[in-house]
């Protein structure tokens, strides 16, 4: 069984859309991330979060934590060509542990 | 920048035989980790490394051995290869504590297919 659920699996979006990614789970994390992954290479982290209810802002992304630190949600407006992607969030479960636990990922295809 | 650094980039095993992933870094960090990721199932921790001579089990660690005799380098072995085992194969290292303010680094890869 997969700890951290996202949803949709796929997506494909129009240039300059918007759209917005989730990151499900039963359990608690002490703080969450999110990735992308390019074809070929390793997972590169675009944020990280750690309190509850939290918000960032990384240019057109958006990312929030949930209040109860259990799910988490990523957010693109006027999404780009560049934005494709695969999109992973990973979660910890203990303050100050580095292991992580991945979702199942997201895979953002936008089409100019 | 190197980062991390995984050897080789490709690598077809027969059912039975043992290989060694390499994995290197060379930003002085405690905590080193091995992943495997397959379709629909994202990365899976196999083991983890918080300095020299210390080693940890992840979540599917059954089928690999490892080891950390410097702080550079985290070898991922596998002793008797079977089909279930290919994987693209992802290490990773950080500043080991918490990762509020910290970046893991993972390297590019090492796909592995074994017939």
């Known amino acids: 069984t997969q700890l951290l659920e996202q949803s949709p699996q796929f997506l494909s979006i129009q240039e300059g859309e918007n759209l917005t990614v989730y990151c499900n789970s039963s359990s608690v994390f002490s703080s969450l991330q999110w990735y992308r992954q390019e074809p070929g290479e390793g997972p590169v982290l675009l944020v990280t979060v750690v309190t509850g209810g939290e918000v960032k802002k990384l240019k057109r992304l958006t990312f929030q934590f949930g209040d109860a630190r259990k799910d988490s949600s990523l957010h693109i407006t006027a999404a780009q060509p560049g934005d494709t992607g695969l999109y992973l969030c990973a979660g910890a479960r203990r303050t100050g542990a580095n292991n992580l636990f991945f979702g199942t990922g997201t895979r953002l295809t936008v089409i100019p | ?115």
């Not at chain 2, 870094?25 to 899976?44: A, I, K, T």
């Not at chain 2, 940890?56 to 072995?77: A, H, I, W």
């Open chain 2, 1 to 115: 920048n190197a980062g991390v650094t995984q050897t080789p980039k490709f690598q077809v095993l027969k059912t039975g035989q043992s290989m060694t992933l390499q994995c290197a870094q060379d930003m002085n960090h405690e905590y080193m980790s091995w992943y495997r990721q397959d379709p629909g199932m994202g990365l899976r921790l196999i083991h983890y490394s918080v300095g020299a001579g210390i080693t940890d089990q992840g979540e599917v660690p059954n089928g690999y051995n490892v080891s950390r005799s410097t702080t550079e380098d985290f070898p991922l072995r596998l002793l008797s290869a079977a089909p279930s085992q290919t994987s693209v194969y992802f290490c990773a290292s950080s500043v080991w504590g918490s990762l509020s303010g910290n970046t893991i680094y993972f390297g590019e890869g090492s796909w592995l297919t074994v017939v």
